[in-house]
């Protein structure tokens, strides 16, 4: 942690780069701030890296961003007015319905749906379900996964191969992990042959094939296992037992690895990082690569095991403690995780007045500071998430210069218009219906009903519910340009009469 919260010192630069970096060929400034972080970051994601595969894999975790709780009011504007949190994690009820469906098919072993039960049920309790008040017990899940197994269950038998293949909550047997490997794989599951290949890959347990393991990696991506990638890429990236180095080729697996998985998977993005700041089949970046290093760096599964984490903060959120919720988000947001800063921004935006009636937080250095002091800091926070390029943070601190926030910014709308066309750029749909609005109106920036209607047209094309104000203001644009046709040939006929 001591090493994360450094790293993120030395990007932030609150904390001075050593010599060293610019002795090492810098060009500028952020280049050597970049190659000082860079190297913490890549330290702390490589020991991620460590725990997860000694772990058997990532957990999924939610993070939740507290501004969208404002799509669930029942009354606001028309951003509130749609949408909803969706997924298990938010309905308690749902999730442990669920667990009692699953628990009521395991008495039943004649029950069609009892293999899959008994593997959800090993998921369950692996990965541990908040929601469900289930917590993980890695023997619990294997005694499921067997269950599962025997029942049939292909994606059960991939599960218990590779608990047993790596000693996860049974003892290591790695010829009972073949056997059931092979099983799963006899039905065609792309993890199967996955798990075939890392055996023949790493030779755990099995003299080492490295020629073995690609083509299960390939049977594996042909089947829609995208994290096979990730190995292949390895092998022709180093070479290995044969096979040729071809950067080209480990180029573009560890870059299918990366879309493959949505950004989901640490291994992926840690190659992809690697690929980058090395410079394989493309220019090195430090800038391209920090990003990538430090996503795995923060794993948001690894991070809530520290006494403060975004999970106990969600949770004091949600019984209305603000106070403990800021508190943990702040002290995660000193680490650098930019869903901390926002949501401590939010929650000082929100609800101020409740958390820094707390003197001993010591937010104010004087008198002259209490002016509008909750909302300062939360433009501090949303800008260090902003220099992130986080959408959100960009977007607010837009409003922040559209919308002054008194004591905090001036009102100048052709910055708030800036702001809000980079947060757009990031991806930000409620960024990009603001830009159409303030250049429909005009907003304190010409009109240009041109440039409105693009971004209209580009933040309509959002899923839904989030591309609804832009779909409307689309049809509103119509309307009004029919309208205004009709008016100005009346004023035309009314003028030559």
């Not at 047997?173 to 042959?193: C, T």
């Not at 480990?250 to 090395?278: C, I, K, N, P, T």
């Not at 520290?306 to 949770?315: C, D, G, I, R, V």
């Not at 959408?391 to 607010?396: C, D, F, W």
Request: hydrophobic fraction near 40%; charge should be negative.
């Amino acid at each position: 942690m001591a090493t994360l919260a450094v790293a993120y010192g030395t990007l932030s630069e609150r904390i001075p780069v050593p010599m060293k970096a610019f002795e090492a060929g810098a060009r500028t400034d952020s280049d050597a701030v970049c190659e000082a972080a860079l190297s913490l970051f890549y330290k702390c994601a490589e020991e991620n890296l460590r725990v997860i595969a000694d772990e058997g894999g990532e957990r999924p975790m939610e993070v939740v961003r507290l501004s969208d709780e404002l799509l669930y009011p029942t009354e606001g504007d028309i951003f509130h007015k749609y949408g909803g949190r969706v997924g298990w994690l938010h309905d308690e009820n749902n999730a442990l319905q669920e667990l009692e469906n699953y628990l009521a098919i395991a008495n039943n072993l004649l029950d069609e749906l009892y293999p899959q039960a008994m593997h959800r049920l090993g998921e369950m309790h692996f990965f541990g379900n908040p929601a469900a008040y289930v917590a993980v017990d890695r023997e619990l899940a294997a005694q499921y996964f067997r269950q599962a197994a025997d029942a049939g269950d292909a994606m059960g038998q991939a599960n218990y191969g590779m608990l047993l293949a790596n000693g996860i909550g049974v003892n290591r047997d790695v010829p009972q992990a073949l056997v059931y490997f092979n099983r799963s794989a006899q039905q065609n599951e792309a993890f199967a042959f996955h798990g075939l290949g890392e055996l023949y890959f790493t030779g755990n347990g099995v003299p080492q094939n490295v020629t073995r393991a690609l083509e299960y990696f390939e049977k594996a991506i042909a089947l829609g296992y995208t994290e096979s990638h990730s190995f292949l890429g390895s092998v022709y990236l180093h070479g290995d037992e044969g096979v040729l180095v071809d950067y080209k080729a480990a180029f573009s697996h560890f870059q299918a690895a990366v879309e493959g998985a949505d950004g989901q998977s640490s291994q992926a993005l840690f190659d992809w990082g690697v690929v980058h700041y090395r410079g394989i089949n493309t220019p090195r970046s430090c800038q391209t690569a920090m990003p990538l290093f430090r996503s795995v760096a923060l794993h948001s599964d690894l991070l809530s095991r520290l006494p403060f984490s975004l999970a106990k903060a969600y949770e004091c959120y949600k019984k209305g403690d603000y106070l403990r919720a800021y508190l943990h988000y702040r002290l995660v947001a000193e680490l650098g995780d930019e869903d901390a800063q926002c949501n401590a921004a939010f929650l000082l935006e929100h609800h101020g007045d409740s958390i820094l009636k707390w003197q001993w937080l010591g937010l104010a250095k004087s008198t002259k500071d209490s002016n509008n002091l909750a909302l300062r800091e939360a433009f501090a926070l949303y800008s260090r998430a902003a220099a992130l390029n986080d959408s959100e943070a960009v977007r607010k601190t837009g409003a922040c210069y559209h919308e002054p926030w008194v004591g905090v910014c001036l009102s100048n709308h052709t910055r708030a218009l800036e702001r809000y066309e980079y947060a757009t750029q990031l991806g930000d749909v409620h960024a990009g219906f603001n830009c159409g609005l303030m250049l429909l109106t005009g907003d304190g920036v010409p009109r240009n009903l041109a440039a409105a209607r693009r971004y209209y047209t580009e933040c309509s094309k959002a899923v839904f519910p989030a591309n609804v104000p832009c779909t409307l203001a689309l049809v509103g644009i119509d309307i009004m340009q029919v309208v205004e046709a009709v008016v100005d040939n009346l004023r035309h006929k009314w003028v030559s009469y």
